[in-house]
């Protein structure tokens, strides 16, 4: 075991709360916290209902024996929101308020962006943060990947690989819009696994003609009679990609929008472990002195970003994900099945 490591001994007692979209593994980040904080005798309070329950005093005490459990389900047991309060100077004054009535000499944060632009605000207040990346939209600049978007990507998977079951045999087109809010991540590694004759993204607009049309009439073309198509959230409605395909190809598609399903499930390995290991440099962080940072993961390993410039870096979306989708689905002259 790693050498104890006591740095800041002023921290005696620290908050921790899930805040925007919930994402699986974020239990297992909160267990994570908690019981790295009981190794460095530190204690844990948990905020329910994200930045809204620090400005409500809405809490609950967490120590490593009522964290058991948690790990393997998917939600969290914090609960989560988001806070309109908590944008306005008055809301954060009461959160701050909180955070004094509670004790707590730090705050780790879970979730997204949005709960990253909290936290900055809270540390400029005076309230030393950390913050975990957990959202299925792996949107996170300073971090090459955040808790939940595998789970959430096997879960789309799998409902696609049921939807082409059905498509199949009836020799259909699919439309199947994915969340992702702005970004594409989610549905163009989802296109990439299902083997989706068009995937559309936010970051690359697209053309009717050229991007959807042309693709399914010239799939057609080899011979396959079911398409799938996979659009993201963020580049449009699926209902508007379906009407294009029906009026440009004659094809009557099926709309699903998977929803809110892709956020739930229990965690896969990888949120589990990553989960862990960032619950547990997060509470390392605090404990060592290095507070208002985000953490994050690049090239395999744990790094600590400060939070204000993390909030500044874009993450890009690898476009060759883009290009290896259009050598996969491309006409040939062979027939092929996908
Ligand atoms: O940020 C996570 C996310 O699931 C996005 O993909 C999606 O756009 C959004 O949250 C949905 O938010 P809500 O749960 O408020 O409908």
Avoid at 145 to 150: A, V
Avoid at 218 to 238: D, P
Avoid at 256 to 269: D, F, K, M
Avoid at 298 to 311: K, N, S, W, Y
């Amino acid at each position: 075991m790693e050498e104890f490591k006591y740095v800041d001994n002023t921290l005696n007692r620290i908050g921790v709360l899930t805040s925007g979209g919930d994402a699986p593994g974020m239990n297992a980040a909160v267990r994570a916290v908690v019981r790295t904080a009981d190794f460095y005798g530190v204690e844990t309070v948990g905020i329910r209902r994200g930045w809204q329950g620090l400005i409500n005093g809405d809490f609950t005490t967490l120590d490593t024996n009522n964290v058991t459990r948690i790990l393997q389900h998917g939600g969290t047991i914090l609960y989560t929101a988001r806070s309109d309060e908590f944008r306005t100077k008055e809301g954060r004054k009461k959160a701050v308020a909180t955070c004094k009535m509670l004790g707590l000499d730090a705050i780790v944060a879970i979730g997204g962006d949005g709960t990253f632009r909290g936290a900055l605000e809270l540390s400029r207040m005076g309230v030393p943060i950390i913050g975990i990346p957990a959202t299925i939209d792996n949107d996170i600049g300073c971090s090459n990947y955040t808790i939940g978007f595998d789970t959430a990507c096997n879960t789309a998977i799998e409902c696609i690989d049921r939807l082409r079951d059905t498509m199949q045999s009836h020799e259909r087109c699919s439309v199947v819009e994915v969340m992702g809010r702005n970004a594409g991540f989610l549905a163009l590694y989802v296109g990439l696994s299902v083997g989706a004759t068009v995937v559309l993204i936010p970051e690359k607009k697209y053309d009717p003609v050229k991007d959807v049309i042309e693709k399914i009439q010239s799939a057609r073309l080899t011979g396959k009679t079911h398409f799938m198509v996979v659009v993201a959230e963020g580049a449009g409605s699926a209902y508007d990609v379906a009407n294009i395909i029906r009026e440009g190809t004659g094809i009557d598609p099926r709309v699903t929008v998977l929803g809110h399903i892709q956020r739930g499930g229990s965690p896969n390995a990888r949120d589990r472990e990553t989960a862990t290991r960032m619950g547990y440099y997060a509470v390392k962080a605090l404990v060592e002195g290095r507070p208002n940072q985000i953490i994050g993961i690049r090239a395999g390993e744990i790094v600590e970003t400060p939070v204000e410039e993390a909030l500044q870096m874009k993450k890009k979306l690898q476009m060759d994900r883009y290009t290896i989708l259009e050598v996969m689905s491309r006409a040939s002259t062979r027939k092929m099945d996908e």
